[in-house]
């Protein structure tokens, strides 16, 4: 069986066609960027801009290939509001969005615990589309009687793709208006945050087959009318799928943000950490995120390595100053912000001298991301010891190279790891 798998992110959207049996690509990996717009703490997509990407990617696919199914695993949480006639009442506001850190913060502080507990997560700005969207509703009171549907990015994929749409479970805790032990909308966070239930489509598997191919959108495609198309689920889920995890394994995505997370049998709320379904069946995640990631790095390239190429920043002059000795330390070590706090966070460096070199600033940085990389794992809550790790993104190789226990046989390079685990969605089906 052979399927069509898209990958949508915040700087671009990839597509190849997928054999499911083996979860490899078939065809070759295209991709498209999209534009972040950025203004102060806003981080939006332009859901029209993703729409024509997928197409740009899918008709070169769709002229040499005859797919099966449609699957997708998207950014998450990355949400819209959408009118009665399903039309755009908003951009895709997504996770690196921070205007709603008011309502973050007066939730935390008049609720906490009792949140927490019920959601499985604090009340993030960025982390939780329910309390970004209720903070859009408050700043602009007049939306409310336009606002039709409440989805997030596959939901609205899929209702534009089929005509039909939900909430995979995964996406659904990323809300903050799902209670994940009941595995149901939450009345109370829905009324607390100011959000209709009747705007909440029903919760389902990410495996599950929404509808098939509308003709207008086959039309647009290239693609058979009826092609069946799956919810999907969050890319860190679709790279847990890809690598066939199991409790007592590590998935370490190393992108422009750094994120890790683990399979667990229990689910346990924590102040640092993300708790949340996988989004296919029943199992649980705890994620956890380094501060110091992929961007922090392509901070320190534009500002202070311009003279040279990508290629031996990240090769050479990465190596050469991770072995530099330096007293320089970057303290606080968020550079790039801490996605597991409501408050902003910033980075610093100490121990500055006329003496200081541009290597002192990348080894202290580098560094910082290393000793960062303990406290995600610690938040984790299931000890730093795993059976196997998995490295996925664009910089899984860097951080394999520099790290030494990435270097041992249970480490496995995962290629491709989101959008490979599309096949997954599919199994059940080639069977």
């Not at 449609?70 to 908003?90: E, F, H, R, V, Y």
């Not at 066939?244 to 640092?272: F, N």
């Amino acid at each position: 069986m052979r399927v069509l798998a898209w990958d949508i992110g915040t700087s671009a959207v990839k597509a190849a066609v997928l054999d499911v049996a083996s979860a490899q690509p078939v065809s070759e990996v295209l991709r498209r960027p999209l534009t972040l717009q950025q203004e102060g703490e806003a981080a939006t997509l332009d859901p029209e801009e993703i729409w024509s990407a997928l197409v740009q990617v899918t008709r070169p696919l769709a002229e040499r290939f005859v797919v099966e199914g449609i699957g997708m695993c998207c950014l998450t949480p990355g949400w819209l509001l959408l009118d009665n006639s399903d039309k755009p009442l908003t951009p895709v506001i997504t996770h690196l969005d921070r205007r709603s850190r008011p309502l973050a913060r007066q939730v935390w502080e008049s609720y906490g615990e009792a949140f927490l507990q019920d959601t499985g997560n604090k009340p993030l700005p960025g982390g939780l589309s329910g309390i970004a969207c209720g903070y859009l509703l408050q700043a602009q009171p007049l939306l409310r009687a336009r606002v039709g549907r409440f989805v997030h990015l596959n939901g609205w994929l899929c209702l534009r793709l089929t005509g039909e749409t939900a909430f995979d479970f995964g996406n659904a805790c990323f809300t903050g208006l799902f209670d994940y032990r009941q595995r149901r909308w939450s009345p109370r966070w829905c009324r607390e945050l100011g959000i209709e239930a009747a705007w909440l489509s029903d919760v389902a598997d990410g495996r599950t087959t929404i509808g098939g191919l509308k003709k207008w959108a086959a039309d647009e495609f290239g693609l058979p009318a009826g092609v069946p198309v799956k919810l999907g689920v969050a890319d860190t889920s679709a790279a847990v799928l890809a690598a066939q995890m199991q409790v007592g394994d590590l998935l370490h995505v190393v992108g422009t943000t750094q994120v890790l997370a683990t399979l667990v049998e229990q689910p346990r709320p924590g102040l640092d950490h993300l708790t949340r379904m996988l989004g296919v069946g029943s199992a649980f995640l705890h994620v956890a995120h380094n501060p110091v990631g992929g961007v922090a790095l392509a901070w320190v390239y534009r500002l202070c390595f311009r003279d040279q190429s990508a290629e031996v920043f990240y090769t050479m002059t990465l190596a050469e100053a991770w072995h530099r000795s330096t007293n320089v330390v970057l303290d606080p070590p968020y550079l790039g912000g801490d996605r597991l706090a409501i408050e902003p966070a910033q980075a610093g460096f100490r121990n500055l001298q006329l003496s200081t070199d541009r290597l002192d600033l990348l080894s202290a940085v580098l560094h910082a991301m290393h000793q960062q990389h303990y406290r995600a794992l610690a938040a984790l809550q299931v000890g730093q010891s795993f059976r196997r790790v998995f490295l996925t993104g664009g910089g899984a190789e860097v951080i394999r190279s520099l790290f030494q226990e990435y270097r041992q046989e249970q480490v496995i390079l995962l290629e491709e790891g989101s959008l490979r685990g599309v096949a997954k969605l599919f199994a059940k089906d080639a069977e």
